[in-house]
């Protein structure tokens, strides 16, 4: 065994085995035989899970708090949990700082004993109740998440950019009588705390020590306590439950597999968030399929921005910290993330594809499409390398040789320097969940960043994983292969004109089922009813196809499908994805449809950067990407949204849009849909009914105007 596969832990030995490909010709994802059920196809598992689903990498290891304490006992002085500390002279955010596993390893021992004993000191005790968790990545919020695990308790994550609503929904229905959360929400805690009998406690995760020359009784302290105390709440600081916990001497209360872990409620895209109840026993098979489907040891590096409330950014820390991999969180401005790659390098990079599309904007922007010399060498460069990466047989009948990412030279004087400009040269992978990646952006970052940038699919359900492309698949389009840990069938939707039966692939809605897979939503038998099939299948709502190779494709999404006036079915998601993915000066798309219209209508978020040179080439005039005022007037100009509505027909009639299916007129904006205003969910999604009722009059003008405009083509008034 070469010394480098012998130097690492066993369990990421195992991982190595799964990672392999099948043998040459044989599918990613194989069938069972005799599986196969009317309107169902045949169950579909990973290539080496013929005989068991993946439960553990190590049977030794069944919990998350057991995979936390594995990495810990081998690597107890390396890195664990990073982040910036703020200079308030300087008004900057310093180099990164780091608290070793040990140290992590013994704070939150110490802080699951204290709050163990302060709701023991409010009568509240056994194990197995939950802890709010509200804010935004930092390493208190591992630490807090680690401390319930050690004393058997499970945590509620919070969403931390979401209004107090939805906050104090999730604290009643999941019963919390503590949250600990960062300082700014506290205000907002102290104001729903009438309406929230059952809520006794709040954590504060920042420092409310006494300052400098500061008297005791002005203290954040103090203050806080006077506050709380006139609405009956008591408020700690994190440091506070700590010492308690050190104070008392008491050893951790291990969870089992079958305990809660968290329960994490869905981001609420159609009503109501619904708690997910996610046990132990999941975490480990979900983690250890995510450990199957990257390179990962002790000397990984990842950035934690991905907001930890929804699973995928969950999930992500959970591998690297089985891994005994360090996580830098990043200082709390998205917008500045790339500040924080450079000092990271990360080796290891999740996001999702709304900050893939803006960094592929900016590349593209900074060098491909760049003028003279610079600009003809990356073009020249990116041809090459792509063509390296789907290679053609030299000679009819000779084998096709093997595809790479890489180049001897190119990488050396171009893609380096490029992926350094973004913090991103020593990644070796990079994962893109949450919604589809365009099939031409995912290539083009590949030979970018010289590295292996897939797809993965999962749901909250699911413990953020199901199906993810294979290390040595180059195809794009598609999500992959089922994961170690789940199987998979298709099943027909006949009112959606899908099969198992259609050629040249199966289609049907996608059925998930193993160790990740949740059991039911949180005091919801009704929902938790909807999502399963008699026989124990969780249901998706996703669309999917499924080729030769076992790699499933998401065509469509049963929940998000329109009617138009005359009677034909619209899935405007997919849509969006060809409008977003053609039309590069685009970020956000809404396509609508009324079911007493005939047509669609579209409310279109711009990226401003290379939108500015987009509006400046229609108006012949300058607009720099920075100039916002000016960005959006152009938005509003006659001459640009026709410009628009050009370029987006030439889409649909490239891709085979029937008549119905292509957009008549648009509104233009800079970011009309974002998690502050309420229209996105954490993880970006749409909200389509609270968009569509936002935009009702703006919808509204847009149909106005198109049937206007018909009128006066047919010579005639349009009628409403």
């Given at each position: 065994?070469?010394?480098?596969?012998?130097?690492?832990?066993?369990?990421?030995?195992?991982?190595?085995?799964?990672?392999?490909?099948?043998?040459k010709?044989?599918?990613?994802?194989?069938t069972?035989?005799g599986?196969?059920?009317?309107?169902?196809?045949?169950?579909?598992?990973h290539h080496?899970?013929r005989?068991?689903?993946?439960?553990?990498?190590?049977?030794?290891?069944?919990?998350?708090?057991?995979?936390f304490?594995?990495?810990?006992?081998?690597?107890?002085?390396?890195?664990?949990?990073g982040?910036?500390p703020?200079?308030?002279?300087?008004?900057?955010?310093?180099?990164?700082?780091?608290?070793?596993?040990?140290?992590?390893?013994?704070?939150?021992?110490?802080?699951?004993?204290?709050?163990?004993e302060?709701?023991?000191?409010?009568?509240?005790?056994?194990?197995?109740?939950?802890?709010?968790?509200?804010?935004?990545?930092?390493p208190?919020w591992?630490?807090?998440?680690l401390?319930?695990?050690?004393?058997?308790?499970?945590s509620?994550?919070?969403?931390?950019?979401?209004?107090?609503?939805t906050?104090e929904?999730?604290?009643?229905?999941?019963?919390?009588a503590?949250v600990?959360?960062?300082?700014?929400?506290?205000?907002?805690?102290?104001?729903l705390?009438?309406?929230?009998?059952?809520?006794?406690?709040?954590?504060?995760?920042?420092a409310?020590?006494?300052?400098?020359?500061?008297k005791?009784?002005?203290?954040k302290?103090a203050?806080?306590d006077?506050l709380?105390?006139?609405?009956?709440l008591?408020?700690?600081s994190?440091?506070?439950?700590?010492?308690?916990?050190?104070?008392l001497?008491?050893?951790?209360?291990?969870?089992?597999?079958?305990?809660?872990?968290?329960?994490n409620?869905?981001?609420?895209?159609?009503?109501?968030?619904?708690?997910?109840?996610?046990?132990?026993?999941?975490?480990?098979?979900?983690?250890?399929?995510s450990?199957?489907?990257?390179?990962?040891?002790?000397?990984?590096?990842?950035?934690?921005?991905?907001?930890?409330?929804?699973?995928f950014?969950?999930?992500?820390?959970?591998?690297?910290?089985?891994?005994?991999s360090r996580?830098?969180?990043f200082?709390?401005?998205?917008l500045?993330l790339?500040?924080?790659?450079?000092?990271?390098?990360?080796?290891?990079?999740?996001?999702?594809?709304?900050?893939f599309?803006?960094?592929?904007?900016?590349?593209?922007?900074?060098?491909?499409?760049?003028?003279?010399?610079k600009?003809?060498?990356?073009?020249h460069?990116?041809?090459?390398?792509?063509?390296?990466?789907?290679?053609?047989?030299?000679?009819?009948?000779?084998?096709?040789p093997?595809?790479?990412?890489?180049?001897?030279?190119?990488?050396?004087?171009?893609?380096r320097?490029?992926?350094?400009?973004?913090?991103?040269?020593?990644?070796?992978?990079m994962v893109?969940g949450?919604?589809?990646l365009?099939?031409?952006?995912?290539q083009?970052?590949?030979?970018?960043?010289?590295?292996?940038?897939?797809?993965g699919?999962?749901?909250?359900?699911?413990y953020?994983?199901?199906?993810?492309q294979?290390?040595?698949?180059?195809?794009?389009?598609n999500?992959?292969?089922?994961?170690?840990?789940?199987?998979?069938?298709?099943?027909?939707?006949?009112?959606?004109?899908?099969?198992?039966?259609?050629?040249?692939?199966?289609?049907?809605?996608?059925?998930?089922?193993?160790?990740?897979?949740f059991?039911?939503?949180?005091?919801?038998?009704?929902?938790?009813?909807?999502?399963?099939?008699?026989?124990?299948?969780?249901?998706?709502?996703?669309?999917?196809?499924?080729?030769?190779?076992?790699?499933?494709?998401?065509?469509?999404?049963?929940?998000?499908?329109?009617?138009?006036?005359?009677?034909e079915?619209?899935?405007?998601?997919?849509?969006?994805?060809?409008?977003?993915?053609?039309?590069?000066?685009?970020?956000?798309?809404?396509?609508h449809?009324d079911?007493?219209?005939?047509?669609?209508?579209a409310?279109?978020?711009?990226?401003?950067?290379?939108?500015?040179?987009f509006?400046?080439?229609?108006?012949?005039?300058?607009?720099?990407?920075?100039d916002?005022?000016?960005?959006?007037?152009?938005?509003?100009?006659?001459?640009?949204?026709?410009?628009?509505?050009?370029?987006?027909d030439?889409?649909?009639?490239?891709k085979?849009?029937?008549?119905?299916e292509?957009?008549?007129?648009?509104?233009l904006?800079?970011?009309?849909?974002?998690?502050e205003?309420?229209?996105?969910?954490?993880?970006?999604?749409l909200?389509?009914?609270?968009?569509?009722?936002?935009?009702?009059?703006?919808?509204?003008?847009?149909?106005?105007?198109?049937?206007?405009?018909?009128?006066?083509?047919?010579?005639?008034?349009?009628?409403?």
């Open positions: 065994m070469p010394s480098f596969l012998s130097s690492r832990p066993a369990y990421l030995q195992k991982a190595d085995e799964y990672y392999a490909p099948p043998p010709g044989q599918p990613y994802s194989i069972l035989a599986s196969e059920k009317p309107g169902r196809t045949a169950i579909y598992r080496k899970c005989d068991a689903l993946l439960e553990t990498l190590d049977p030794a290891i069944r919990t998350a708090h057991d995979m304490e594995c990495a810990a006992q081998k690597y107890p002085h390396a890195p664990c949990l982040y910036r703020y200079d308030s002279n300087k008004k900057t955010f310093g180099p990164y700082e780091w608290i070793d596993y040990e140290t992590v390893q013994k704070r939150r021992a110490d802080f699951g004993v204290g709050i163990v302060l709701h023991a000191r409010e009568g509240i005790t056994g194990a197995q109740y939950g802890i709010g968790l509200w804010c935004q990545n930092r208190e591992q630490l807090t998440d401390a319930c695990m050690s004393q058997s308790l499970f509620v994550s919070l969403y931390d950019t979401l209004g107090p609503d906050s929904y999730i604290i009643r229905h999941a019963n919390l503590c600990a959360c960062s300082l700014p929400h506290v205000p907002t805690l102290l104001k705390k009438p309406r929230l009998p059952n809520l006794k406690l709040i954590i504060v995760l920042d409310l020590d006494t300052a400098p020359n500061e005791p009784e002005v203290s302290q203050l806080l006077s709380a105390a006139d609405v009956g008591k408020i700690f994190l440091e506070t439950v700590e010492k308690l916990g050190e104070s001497n008491r050893p951790c209360n291990p969870p089992s597999p079958s305990d809660t872990i968290t329960i409620y869905t981001s609420g895209t159609t009503g109501a968030p619904k708690g997910v109840v996610l046990t132990h026993a999941m975490a480990v098979a979900a983690t250890s399929s450990l199957t489907g990257a390179k990962l040891d002790h000397t990984g590096v990842s950035c934690s921005y991905l907001p930890l409330a929804h699973i950014g969950r999930l992500l820390e959970h591998t690297a910290l089985w891994a005994g996580i830098g969180y200082h709390g401005n998205v500045e790339v500040d924080d790659l450079k000092l990271l390098r990360p080796t290891t990079f999740g996001s999702v594809p709304r900050l599309n803006r960094f592929g904007g900016a590349i593209k922007a900074q060098t491909v499409e760049q003028p003279g010399l600009g003809a060498l990356s073009r460069i990116v041809r090459t390398k792509l063509a390296n990466a789907d290679p053609t047989p030299k000679s009819p009948g000779a084998p096709a093997k595809p790479t990412y890489t180049h001897a030279i190119y990488d050396r004087i171009w893609s320097k490029v992926a350094g400009a973004l913090g991103l040269d020593r990644a070796t992978t893109s949450s919604a589809p365009d099939p031409s952006l995912q083009f970052l590949r030979v970018v960043f010289s590295t292996r940038l897939f797809q699919y999962g749901l909250t359900e699911t953020a994983i199901a199906l993810t294979p290390a040595d698949d180059f195809s794009v389009s999500c992959g292969a089922v994961m170690p840990c789940q199987e998979a069938c298709l099943l027909s939707v006949p009112d959606m004109d899908y099969t198992v039966s259609d050629h040249p692939q199966p289609r049907g809605e996608l059925l998930l089922r193993g160790g990740s897979v059991r039911g939503y949180y005091r919801d038998e009704t929902e938790t009813a909807r999502a399963f099939t008699p026989d124990g299948w969780f249901r998706t709502g996703d669309i999917c196809s499924v080729d030769a190779l076992g790699r499933f494709s998401i065509i469509d999404r049963r929940k998000n499908v329109l009617k138009l006036a005359q009677g079915y619209i899935s405007p998601e997919r849509i969006e994805g060809v409008y977003l993915s053609s039309c590069s000066y685009l970020a956000q798309a809404f396509v449809g079911s007493v219209q005939t047509f669609l209508v409310i279109l978020g711009v990226q401003p950067d290379t939108f500015a040179g509006a400046s080439r229609i108006l012949a005039r300058d607009i720099s990407p920075t916002l005022d000016a960005i959006r007037e152009a938005c509003d100009h006659p001459k640009v949204k026709a410009a628009v509505l050009r370029d987006l030439a889409v649909g009639r490239r085979k849009f029937a008549g119905y292509r957009v008549r007129n648009v509104a904006a800079v970011d009309p849909f974002t998690v205003n309420e229209l996105l969910t954490p993880t970006l999604k909200k389509r009914p609270v968009a569509a009722k936002k935009f009702r009059d703006v919808l509204d003008r847009l149909y106005a105007e198109a049937l206007e405009e018909e009128g006066k083509q047919k010579g005639g008034k349009a009628k409403l």
